[in-house]
């Protein structure tokens, strides 16, 4: 059974920064791509950032393009979110997302259908 842990979130000023981890069990992920996704109150979860099995390519939306980051260690079946320079617009709840399949190229499409995690909230005060 798999299982995507998400933790990190928290309250935090505009400005800050707060570094999200994903763990992930149930099945080892060194072949599967990895991202995260965030849901603002009465939006649409919205694509954040991928990053690909190899960890050769990552995808990041325009929005927090040269501020956030994401990473993966394989060896710990995590993948992080370095968040930089938080804004208002960037609380939402964050949910770390996995492919279901190897190796896939259109990762931010796959990813939507992949597995989940509860999300972890996190709030940007002014």
């Known amino acids: 059974q798999v299982q995507l842990v998400e933790s990190g979130g928290g309250l935090v000023q505009a400005g800050g920064s707060l570094r999200l981890s994903c763990a992930a069990s149930?099945?080892?992920?060194?072949?599967?791509?990895m991202g995260w996704f965030r849901q603002a109150p009465g939006k649409e979860r919205e694509f954040v950032a991928a990053?690909?099995?190899?960890?050769?390519?990552?995808y990041y939306a325009d929005s927090v393009k040269g501020r956030f980051t994401i990473s993966r260690d394989n060896a710990k079946n995590t993948v992080y979110l370095q968040m930089n320079s938080l804004n208002v617009e960037d609380t939402a709840v964050y949910y770390c997302?996995?492919?279901?399949?190897?190796?896939?190229?259109?990762?931010?499409?796959?990813?939507?259908?992949?597995?989940w995690g509860q999300g972890t909230q996190v709030t940007v005060s002014s």
């Open positions: 997302a996995a492919d279901r399949a190897p190796y896939q190229v259109h990762i931010t499409t796959t990813l939507r259908q992949g597995y």
């Open positions: 149930g099945r080892t992920f060194i072949a599967y791509a």
């Open positions: 990053i690909s099995w190899d960890r050769g390519t990552t």
